[in-house]
């Protein structure tokens, strides 16, 4: 069972246009992170959300965590090729292991 | 701070037989996690160790063990090799208290033959 559910699984789309990925569950969880992935590279922290309605931002990049900490979106303005990646979410449920969502796969042409 | 690294970064090896990994946490990281990553299934939990207890393990057959060393560094043990075991393999570091924010290293990428 797939806890945390991301959508669009794959995204491609020109330089300067507009996204946002999300990251889905039925469980709450008591914070959530957002990583990029490089080709040939591990997973690097973006950001952590921590209180239900909480909004971040990082240079282009939007996060927000629901209301009720079950869900998260990430919005990027103004896509840039250096955004390209696989963006996966990760929720905090306290003592266990942290639960991976597959991933959105973004391209950016440039 | 030195981030986490993991050697070798690439290994290939047959059927049947086992490999072990290596994983250099960042200094005064105190927990180390291991996952498999692959196309289908995506990043999938293995195991952690924090002041060299496993302190939670995943749903993984036996054949996958690790340890973890009095200055934080691990290490993770994949026997009797099948294909399926082919995958990206990473490692992460955190502080492990409160927070459980990852630290990645950059992988080792394991090719069964």
């Known amino acids: 069972t797939q806890l945390l559910e991301q959508s669009p699984q794959f995204l491609s789309i020109q330089e300067g246009e507009n996204l946002t990925v999300y990251c889905n569950s039925s469980?709450?969880?008591?914070?959530l992170q957002w990583y990029r992935q490089e080709p040939g590279e591990g997973p690097v922290l973006l950001v952590t959300v921590v209180t239900g309605g909480e909004v971040k931002k990082l240079k282009r990049l939007t996060f927000q965590f629901g209301d009720a900490r079950k869900d998260s979106s990430l919005h990027i303005t103004a896509a840039q090729p250096g955004d390209t990646g696989l963006y996966l979410c990760?929720?905090?449920?306290?003592?266990?292991?942290?639960?991976f969502g597959k991933g959105t796969r973004l391209s950016v042409i440039a | 701070k030195a981030g986490v690294t993991q050697t070798p970064r690439y290994l290939i090896k047959t059927r049947g037989q086992q490999v072990t990994l290596s994983c250099s946490p960042i200094?005064?990281?105190?927990?180390v996690s291991w996952y498999q990553q692959t196309p289908g299934q995506g990043l999938q939990f293995l195991f952690e160790y924090f002041s060299e207890t496993q302190r939670n393990k995943g749903n993984f057959p036996g054949r996958f063990s690790g340890r973890q060393f009095s200055n934080s560094r691990s290490e993770m043990n994949v026997s009797t090799l099948e294909l399926g075991d082919s995958a990206l393999y990473l490692c992460?570091?955190?502080?492990?208290?409160?927070?459980?924010?990852?630290?990645f290293g950059p992988g080792t990428r394991l090719t069964v033959t």
């Open positions: 990760a929720g905090d449920q306290g003592n266990t292991p942290l639960v």
């Open positions: 469980s709450v969880f008591s914070s």
């Open positions: 992460a570091s955190s502080s492990g208290l409160a927070s459980h924010e990852q630290y």
């Open positions: 200094s005064g990281h105190r927990s």
